[in-house]
């Protein structure tokens, strides 16, 4: 569909010919406006309150839409969608945003280099006991990292011939049975593997931070 610019900075999808003809409002979190009855299940269900009442008064199907307000805020866990009636909403995975991509390639450089440095010239500090005990965590961290390639593919049931992320299942077994986003722990284990294994303070200075955060 073609960009008709933008509301409170969420995109408007046409063709458009309002009050009758109102096309779509989002992005990442889409809701056909043509199509939505205005029944709030959506507003209801979203664990993040990323959804607004907007007025649209004169439109054929009902006279307030739900409006996705923070799409970016969405966690994808796809109630919305599955629950709409009508099946007005559309889910996409936004990628990493904004400051987000800044931290993802601190975190691969803090786990790359302090695993790498801990390799090739052994611990800053010499411990041998921290040294065993990083590399178990790191052994440790590895399903939980890939917990997506490993559970989407079959317990999310993904659309056909779309990427394993775009499921259409709520995926709760495995390592998600343990914790809700075991590629952030199993990020969190490697950076603090990186710094066991390194023991360098450089990986400390960029690993402690970035885990809390
Ligand atoms: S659940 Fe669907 S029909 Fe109901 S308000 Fe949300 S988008 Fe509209
Ligand atoms: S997919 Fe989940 S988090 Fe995203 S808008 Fe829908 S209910 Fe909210």
Not at 113 to 136: D, K, N, S
Request: proline share 7%; with cysteine.
């Amino acid at each position: 569909m073609k960009k008709f610019g933008k509301e409170r900075g969420i995109a408007i999808w046409g063709p458009l010919d309002p009050p009758e003809k109102l096309g779509i409002r989002g992005t990442y979190v889409a809701v056909d406006w043509d199509i939505c009855e205005g029944c709030g299940v959506c507003l209801e269900v979203c664990p993040v309150h990323m959804y607004e009442w907007m007025e649209t008064l004169g439109h054929p199907t009902s006279e307030i839409k739900a409006f996705p307000v923070r799409e970016l805020d969405c966690v994808q866990c796809y109630t919305c969608e599955n629950k709409c009636p009508v099946q007005a909403i559309r889910i996409t995975f936004g990628g990493v945003q904004g400051w987000d991509r800044l931290v993802v390639l601190l975190m691969f450089l803090q786990i790359i280099g302090g695993v790498v440095y801990g390799a090739l010239f052994g611990p800053y500090f010499g411990l041998e006991i921290p040294l065993y005990v990083g590399w178990i965590v790191l052994v440790v961290s590895l399903p939980f990292f890939f917990s997506p390639q490993i559970y989407y593919p079959k317990k999310g049931k993904p659309r056909k011939e779309k990427s394993f992320i775009d499921t259409t299942a709520l995926v709760d077994s495995g390592t998600y049975g343990i914790v809700q986003h075991p590629q952030i722990l199993g990020g969190i284990l490697m950076m603090s593997a990186s710094i066991l294994i390194s023991q360098h303070w450089l990986a400390a200075i960029i690993g402690v931070p970035i885990s809390v955060w």
